[in-house]
């Protein structure tokens, strides 16, 4: 029979017992569990409820458990083990004895579970965290090799004023920047210990939850014995972070399958992540980034399918929460693979340093530098763009640019613009004169590229 089946008449069903499995996902946290029984053993030692050679015995048990399942010599059995916690559990009293069964003393399979869960999540945030720093100092580098090319500033995907490359990307790397310090606000939450708290009440027994805390490296507890093994919205803030992550990432990624088409033709995939048509031979399609947009949805179903779990339900632990951990696991190592590939595809693709050199200038995108320098001359803002607005309309009916108003003949729409305009349709002047905080002049970009560098790990 079963082990916790004392209570009941024969077996578990077959489907149920299959259902209620969470094996195949534990496995991921195996390592967290033997991190975590090593520390309780201490606590119970502590506490005078194992001999220290009780405590020894099962110490050198849990290690050899852990360089099992590192080497593979031992793998826990799903038709035998109904998760990771009942399996290293036997597999210790298997390994030692009577010892093994005092283990458990203390703790509850739900303190155990929220123990294990905090510490897995808190190694992958970590991970995670490390590859957005990588992500952003890739798009740092980027600035600086490619940052000086001119292109033009869109919005809602019409062309508005020109800007510089490193200015545009310095958008996506303050993002990433932002999306670091939700990991960051996340991982505090996360990183509280549960350990000890039991099913739900506490235990009578005179265990120290801090010593616990301490030998997990867990800077704080969390210090309600229900609220330890029934909270879930660590969880969910954990996945929020990512997913908003993600929502950065895919708009970077549709900005790399867009400026990699002929029609922009501002950048080049390389080989090593795009691929061909099964019909078309001309085909480079920009799969890595397609694949990294279409990851966000995955994330953000995952983390649909954590704020549901917990919706409406009652405290303390229900067995509903074990569902968290497929959900939690796939979003993390999306999240973890997207900023990998992206920032792979950031360090390798080529950038055409020229390819708006020429047709930016006198582009209608310089229409505001037209309207900015009545401005300077004291002409109201309403009146000069109302004035530069019907320029744009004679220009546009000529079937010309902006530069059919050289050589003065701009002054016939308004007298107070300079008869020579060649400096207003130089869209590098035009972006040397974005001095204000944050804009587009290289001095600028080179500014906030400092700042960010600086919130690197070293």
């Not at 209620?20 to 606590?43: I, Q, T």
């Not at 099913?199 to 969390?222: E, M």
């Not at 207003?424 to 587009?440: I, K, Q």
Request: charged share 30%; with cysteine; aromatic share 4%.
């Amino acid at each position: 029979m079963s082990r916790l089946r004392g209570r009941f008449e024969g077996e578990v069903d077959e489907l149920m017992r299959r259902v209620s499995s969470s094996l195949p996902a534990d496995l991921d946290m195996a390592e967290d569990d033997v991190e975590g029984s090593v520390a309780h053993v201490a606590v119970l030692a502590a506490a005078g409820l194992l001999a220290e050679h009780e405590a020894d015995v099962l110490r050198e048990g849990l290690q050899r458990i852990r360089t099992e399942l590192a080497d593979g010599a031992w793998k826990p059995d799903p038709a035998i083990h109904e998760d990771i916690h009942m399996a290293v559990e036997a597999r210790l009293v298997e390994l030692v004895g009577e010892p093994g069964r005092r283990l458990h003393t203390a703790r509850s399979r739900n303190d155990q579970v929220a123990t294990d869960v905090r510490l897995w999540l808190r190694r992958r945030l970590r991970e995670v965290d490390l590859a957005a720093a990588g992500l952003l100092a890739a798009v740092l580098d980027r600035v600086e090799s490619d940052g000086r090319t001119l292109m033009p500033g869109y919005t809602h995907l019409q062309r508005g004023q020109p800007v510089l490359l490193g200015h545009h990307l310095l958008a996506h790397a303050w993002a990433l920047s932002r999306d670091r310090e939700r990991l960051a606000g996340a991982l505090e939450r996360v990183n509280r210990c549960p350990l000890g708290a039991g099913a739900l009440a506490g235990t009578p027994h005179p265990i120290d939850r801090q010593l616990a805390a301490d030998l997990l490296a867990f800077p704080a507890l969390v210090e309600n014995a229900m609220d330890a093994v029934s909270a879930r919205d660590h969880l969910q803030e954990a996945a929020a972070a990512c997913a908003i992550l993600m929502a950065n990432l895919s708009r970077m990624a549709e900005e790399l399958v867009l400026w990699s088409t002929a029609e922009i033709d501002l950048v080049r995939l390389s080989d090593r992540h795009s691929t061909g048509s099964s019909i078309m031979p001309q085909k480079r399609n920009p799969d890595g980034a397609e694949l990294v947009r279409g990851k966000a949805g995955r994330v953000f179903g995952a983390l649909q399918a954590l704020l549901v779990l917990v919706k409406g339900l009652p405290l303390a632990y229900n067995r509903d929460l074990q569902e968290e951990r497929e959900p939690l696991q796939d979003l993390l190592r999306q999240t973890f693979d997207s900023l990998r590939l992206m920032t792979a595809m950031w360090r390798d693709l080529e950038v055409r340093r020229d390819r708006f050199e020429a047709t930016l200038r006198g582009d209608f995108a310089l229409a505001t530098e037209l309207a900015d320098a009545l401005v300077r001359r004291g002409v109201p803002f309403r009146d000069a763009h109302e004035g530069v607005a019907r320029m744009v309309r004679w220009c546009e009916e000529q079937g010309g640019d902006l530069t059919l108003l050289d050589h003065g003949r701009g002054t016939v729409f308004h007298p107070s613009l300079p008869s020579d305009l060649g400096e207003l349709l130089d869209p590098h002047a035009a972006v040397a004169r974005r001095t204000s905080r944050g804009g587009t002049c290289w001095p600028e970009v080179e500014r906030q590229v400092e700042l960010l560098r600086q919130t690197l790990p070293a």
